[in-house]
């Protein structure tokens, strides 16, 4: 057996406390060694919630630790840029939370340095290790949708109740954004997954609620023309805290259509979408003449566990381990932040935008 991937961890706020399960569950692959956090009780908290003595408030001396094989950044969006370019030179392999980057620049920068250093570069898109997200994929890719047509994805949260007073994700220079950058950006990217890369896009941001500084949006529609043909709606608002649903999305097909929402609860807004139904004519029968919904069968997808941070960290040692390329690395999910980039300068000129321009 090889030996477990050493993991220094860069970042101990919300986010990292979800990757914390993989790292005490699966220690035999991926071994926590080192916290690092400009607020140094904050990296204390986490080290003793690791159960781990290393903690810095330096990133650059964390490097410097040679027992470190990689780092798990998750810290905010415009740091990204600089930290996986110091962990590279350093010869870590990184994982990076999403937003890749604040920005195209960012992101290439990312990528270059992966490339010279020679290691493994990866986003933490975490909807694309969701159990059912694998089996959707399976089944588009099978072709029992047919040809993909149209698809649709709805993100609503109270963020005011979510984010404290000041809080970064409300500042658009430092997240690089708003609920785009934040949330939609999730979704995006999962739609990216099942159906293709975007080619044009148009879009409408809104600034409303005076806790968002810098530019950063609360309310945006965009839409979508994926380069297999197929268009796509986005929504997102962060205005409300009366909704129906919290996140959604539908992708429909020649052959079939599925669908998955998610009530408007806390637990829903910090996890994941609900379950994912599908129709289509292969499932039809004599007794069921008109259309019915059915639920996706995730368990017939091998993953090591049902929640999705555990498999993409897991994923993440493997591709380190054997130097596969990610499901979600940084030349696939560059692509991605073109399509956030694409929205927000649709909404400053109210033209569609060509991705392949940016």
């Known amino acids: 057996m090889s030996p477990p991937l050493k993991v220094g961890l860069v970042g101990a706020g919300r986010i990292a406390y979800a990757h914390l399960p993989a790292y005490l569950q699966h220690a035999d692959r991926v071994c926590l060694t080192a916290v690092c956090d400009i607020v140094e009780d904050a990296a204390r908290r986490y080290a003793k919630a690791?159960?781990?003595?290393?903690?810095?408030?330096?990133?650059?001396?964390?490097?410097?630790?040679?027992?470190?094989?990689?780092?798990?950044?998750?810290?905010?969006?415009?740091?990204?840029?600089?930290?996986?370019?110091?962990?590279?030179?350093?010869?870590?392999?990184?994982?990076?939370?999403k937003a890749m980057?604040?920005?195209?620049?960012?992101?290439?920068?990312?990528?270059a340095s992966a490339e010279t250093a020679g290691i493994t570069l990866m986003v933490a898109q975490n909807l694309r290790y969701v159990p059912d997200a694998a089996a959707v994929k399976r089944l588009i890719d099978e072709g029992e949708l047919g040809k993909i047509q149209a698809a649709r994805t709805h993100a609503i949260f109270p963020v005011i109740v979510s984010n404290p007073a000041g809080h970064?994700?409300?500042?658009?220079?430092?997240?690089?954004?708003?609920?785009?950058?934040?949330?939609?950006?999730?979704?995006?990217?999962?739609?990216?997954?099942?159906?293709?890369?975007?080619?044009?896009?148009?879009?409408?941001?809104?600034?409303?609620?005076?806790?968002?500084?810098?530019?950063?949006?609360?309310?945006?529609a965009a839409t979508m023309e994926f380069e297999n043909g197929a268009i796509g709606d986005i929504?997102?608002?962060?205005?409300?805290?009366?909704?129906?649903?919290?996140?959604s999305y539908t992708v429909f097909g020649s052959e079939g259509t599925l669908h998955s929402t998610s009530p408007a609860t806390r637990e829903q807004q910090m996890n994941q979408f609900g379950p994912v139904m599908i129709?289509?004519?292969?499932?039809?029968?004599?007794?069921?003449?008109?259309?019915?919904?059915?639920?996706?069968?995730?368990?017939?997808?091998?993953?090591?566990?049902?929640?999705?941070?555990i498999n993409e960290i897991l994923h993440f040692e493997e591709c380190c381990r054997t130097g596969t390329f990610p499901i979600t690395g940084g030349k696939d999910n560059i692509e991605t932040i073109k399509v956030i980039m694409g929205i927000y300068a649709s909404s400053r000129t109210g033209e569609a935008v060509d991705l392949s321009e940016l």
């Open 168 to 220: 970064w994700m409300n500042d658009g220079k430092q997240a690089g954004g708003g609920i785009l950058m934040t949330n939609t950006i999730h979704h995006i990217d999962l739609l990216r997954y099942y159906i293709g890369n975007v080619k044009r896009v148009t879009g409408v941001c809104r600034t409303i609620l005076p806790e968002m500084v810098n530019g950063a949006e609360d309310l945006v």
């Open 279 to 309: 129709s289509s004519t292969k499932r039809d029968t004599e007794e069921s003449p008109r259309p019915r919904f059915e639920p996706v069968q995730a368990n017939a997808v091998a993953l090591p566990s049902s929640n999705c941070f």
């Open 101 to 111: 980057a604040t920005d195209l620049p960012g992101c290439r920068k990312m990528i």
């Open 50 to 97: 690791a159960g781990i003595s290393a903690v810095y408030s330096d990133i650059e001396e964390m490097l410097r630790d040679s027992a470190i094989d990689a780092v798990d950044i998750c810290s905010i969006h415009d740091q990204h840029p600089y930290q996986t370019a110091a962990a590279a030179e350093a010869g870590k392999h990184v994982l990076v939370e």
């Open 235 to 247: 929504f997102g608002n962060w205005t409300t805290g009366r909704s129906p649903e919290a996140m």
